[in-house]
């Protein structure tokens, strides 16, 4: 559910809101662990929140990298939780 539109994406945004954190990535970064558990929960709900516990440029590097392995958006950054969907 790739939003094409700005309503689209705005809808996304508003269910993300209230949404609790699905995944925290801590010190380790991303193990194999936490993307198959991602991937699972991705597939289920279509929407994946993840709380980070690294620095920034550390967290952008991580974002960049769920996009780029499991084919998702990113729809919202919030500090150290963001927001995908497939």
């Not at 945004?13 to 925290?24: L, P, Q």
């Not at 991303?30 to 289920?44: D, G, M, Y």
Request: aromatic share 2%.
């Amino acid at each position: 559910m790739i939003p094409s539109t700005g309503k689209e994406r705005r809808t996304l945004k508003s269910m993300a809101k209230v949404r609790t954190v699905d995944i925290k990535i801590g010190k380790k970064g991303l193990t194999e662990n936490a993307i198959k558990e991602i991937k699972i929960v991705l597939e289920r709900d279509k929407m994946i929140k993840v709380a980070f516990s690294q620095e920034k440029i550390k967290r952008a590097e991580l974002v960049k990298t769920l996009e780029d392995s499991l084919n998702s958006t990113l729809i919202e950054l919030v500090g150290k939780t963001a927001t995908f969907v497939i």
